[in-house]
C-alpha cells in the first residue's frame, strides 16, 4: 500500500541503490517522491558507516545493508521479496562494463559478475521500473582509454534491449549555482511506450532540458544526425571504440531502439555561488582545522608546480614527472573545486582544500563545509563516524540540489498538473 500521496494521488515509489548517506531520497523526497526500499553496502569496511548514517536520518524500515548481488540472487530464489517501484536510482562508481560471449554464443549476456552496472541491469530486467536516474562520474562517458566511448555504448545498447529510452546530462553543478564545480553525468532511462520520441522534442524539451538548461544554438542540428550502436552487447564491448581516438558522446544526448543523438553544449548558466558563501566563522572552526606552520612548506611543494625526473621502480629507467599547479590557498570568491574521498585528515595533500582566514591564517575546510558544497543539512554526517570517514562519504556524494531540479521536472512527467515544466533552453 503506497501512504504518499500528491494532490490526492499516490506518491511516486522510489527504490535506491548505493544509497551512501542519502542524497538521492533528500533530493527525491523534497520534491515528493517516496523511497520506499534502500541499499548500501561498502564490501571493504568491517563498519558500514554510510548505512548507519542512512538509517539514523531515514529509519531502518525497507533498508538492507548488504551486497547487491546476494541480494538479487534471494530475490531469484523466491526467498526475498523486493518492492514495486516507478523509479530506480542510484549512484555508484565507474567500472569495467566489459561482456563475455556466453559459451554457445547464446543471446544472453554475461557481464563480469560483482560489477554493479550489471546489478543494475539484472534488477531492471525483473522489475521493469518506469524510470531510471542514475548518476556517475564524467570519464563514463569516454571510457576505457583503449575503446573510447565503449562502456556507455554498452550500458545504452543494454538498455535499449530492455526497452528503455534514454537521456542523459554531463552537469557540473556550479553552472547551476552550486558552490562546487562537481562534474556527473546524469543518466534518465524510460521504458519505451507508443511511437518513438522526436529526439529534438527530448534534447530539447525533456526531463534533463527542462531540469538543466542549455543554449540552444549547438541543439539545433543534432536531432537531424545520429548513429546506431549495433551488435550484440558481446559484439559492442570487442568492437566499439576500437578505431577511434575520442568518444562519439557529447555532454547530452539521446538514445531510442539504439539510435544515438548527441552533441556537446554550454550550460545556461545561473548566479554562481561562492566558497566564500558558505564557509564557517573563523572563531566557529575548531583548531584541528588549521594548518600546522611546520607544514605548510610541504603544502606548498604538493600543490605547486613540477617537473621532476624519477625512475622507475621495476626497471630504473628514468622519465620526468610533470604536473600544473593548484590555487594555494583556494580562491573564496568563486565555486570550490570537487570534493574527493581523501579530503579529510591533517596530512598535507596535492588535492585537499584549504583557505585563508580573516585573520592570516591557512586551514582546511570543516566537515559542514563539505556538507554543504554538496547541499546536504549541517552535521548530517555526525552520527558516530571518524572525521576522515565523513569527508570520505562526501566525497563520494552527490549535489542534492541537482537531484532536486531533475525530480522535480520528473514528476511533472509523472504528474503533470502538480508541477508544470520549466523553460528547457536558452536563446
Known sequence: MRSGSI??????????????????????ERQ???????????????????SACYVSHFGSDGHVCGDLQTILDEAQAGIRDLPEHDLLVGGYPCQDYSVART???????????????????????SM????????????????????????????????????????WR??????????????????LGQLAAGPASDPADVLTGGVLARALPVRRDALAAVAGQGFEIKGSAADVSEAFGS?????????????????VWTTDVVADRTVATALGDII?????????????????????????????????????????????????????DRPARTILTGEGGPSPSRFKHVIATDDGRLRRLTLRELER???????????????????????????????????????????????????????
Open 103 to 125: 559459451l554457445q554464443q547464446a543471446r544472453g549476456i554475461e557481464g563480469k559478475r560483482g560489477v554493479l552496472w550489471w546489478q543494475i541491469h539484472r534488477l531492471l530486467g
Open 32 to 50: 515528493g517522491f517516496q523511497v520506499v526500499w534502500s541499499n548500501q553496502w561498502e564490501p571493504a569496511t568491517m563498519i558500514q558507516h554510510a
Open 243 to 259: 578505431r577511434s581516438r575520442s568518444t562519439p558522446f557529447g555532454s547530452v544526448g539521446f538514445m531510442s531502439s539504439r539510435q
Open 7 to 28: 494532490d490526492g494521488m499516490a506518491a511516486p515509489q522510489v527504490v535506491e541503490l548505493f544509497a551512501g548517506v542519502g542524497g538521492f531520497r533528500l533530493g527525491l
Open 373 to 427: 558544497l554538496n547541499g546536504f543539512p549541517d552535521d548530517w554526517t555526525a552520527t558516530g563516524m571518524p572525521d576522515n570517514r565523513r569527508a570520505f562519504v562526501m566525497g563520494n556524494a552527490l549535489v542534492v540540489g541537482i537531484v532536486e531540479r531533475i525530480a522535480r521536472q520528473l514528476l511533472a512527467e509523472l504528474r503533470p498538473s502538480a508541477h508544470p515544466g520549466g523553460p528547457a533552453v536558452a536563446a
Open 170 to 187: 554531463l552537469v557540473n553543478a556550479a553552472d547551476y549555482g552550486f558552490p562546487q564545480r562537481r562534474r556527473r553525468v546524469f543518466i
Open 280 to 332: 564557517e566563522p573563523v572563531d566557529q572552526v575548531p583548531e584541528r582545522f588549521f594548518l600546522r606552520p611546520s607544514d605548510i612548506q610541504r603544502w606548498r611543494y604538493l600543490k605547486g608546480a613540477k617537473r621532476e625526473q624519477r625512475f622507475h621502480r621495476a626497471t630504473g629507467t628514468p622519465y620526468f614527472y610533470a604536473e600544473g599547479p593548484v590555487a594555494f590557498p583556494d580562491p573564496t
Open 128 to 167: 521493469r521500473p518506469r524510470f531510471l536516474l542514475l548518476e556517475n562520474v564524467d570519464r563514463l562517458l569516454k571510457s576505457p582509454a583503449r575503446q573510447r566511448g565503449r562502456d556507455f555504448a554498452v550500458m545504452l545498447a543494454t538498455l535499449a534491449d530492455l526497452g528503455y529510452d534514454v537521456q
